[in-house]
């Protein structure tokens, strides 16, 4: 039984450091780059293995596997263990670890400059952005919300100014600064119903419907829960 699972970790391990291997061999084409780099769901199984395995004194095989993964991160270029790290710091937070995740952010943050991919520093901003908000520290979120808005703007970044714009959003509302929260929650909605993006659409009228709520504007905050929920059901998700 015991060899059996050592088989199977140092499988999963095996492939995390396939693909980085794989990232090795096409580090002249950063977009080529970006799709190779292990997907959060990849990380998310590999690195429990290795944080059971890391745990475990007794297992030469598996502390071996998490040595040759870091050695292999290490030979990549700045940019791609930028990108690596992003993923890495995505996955520590789905798995709740909000404070090993931010560290995580700031070292890919320091890898490279705006110049060289703002559509990735952007992202790294809103996932520093969301980081701390999970810990209720709502002033820096919001300024690195605010970051990833400009930049995402200046470059013409759609996916990464939605995720923006949703975070300033559900700040102001913490802070219970409601215009400023509707202001965020429409500007989003209005770009989700450009794109026609029907679960985008949802969300925001969720959204803009608590804030209403919340300032006792009944009405408005009925409408909206209402066309939400209506979206929803049009996407098949049944509450």
């Known amino acids: 039984m015991g060899t059996t699972m050592a088989r199977v970790t ?26 190779l780099v292990p997907s959060v769901e990849e990380f998310e199984k590999a690195m429990k293995e290795i944080s059971r395995l890391s745990s475990n004194n007794g297992d030469s095989a598996g502390l071996k596997a998490l040595k040759d993964f870091n050695a292999r991160v290490t ?46 520093l952007a992202k790294i901003y809103n996932n520093l952005g969301v980081g701390h908000r999970r810990i209720d520290k709502y002033a820096e979120a919001l300024k690195y919300h605010l970051n990833a808005l400009d930049l995402a703007k200046k470059h013409q970044d759609q996916r990464s100014e939605l995720i923006a714009l949703n975070g300033i959003g559900n700040i102001y509302l913490a802070f219970k600064e409601y215009d400023k929260s509707l202001s965020y929650f429409k500007e989003g909605l209005a770009a989700e119903q450009k794109l026609k993006n029907l679960r985008g659409e949802a969300i925001n009228m969720n959204n803009i419907g608590i804030v209403y709520d919340e300032q006792g504007v009944l009405d408005s905050a009925l409408f909206y829960y209402n066309a939400s929920l209506a979206l929803n059901q049009e996407l098949g998700n049944n509450f």
């Open 10 to 35: 140092l499988v999963s391990i095996g492939l995390i450091i396939f693909l980085v291997g794989t990232v090795l061999s096409n580090n002249d084409k950063d977009s080529t780059v970006t799709a």
């Open 75 to 120: 030979d990549l270029s700045p940019l791609q263990q930028a990108i690596l790290l992003n993923k890495k710091a995505v996955m520590l937070r789905r798995l709740g670890d909000y404070t090993r995740s931010i560290p995580v952010l700031f070292e890919a943050e320091a890898k490279f400059n705006e110049g060289q991919n703002p559509q990735l």
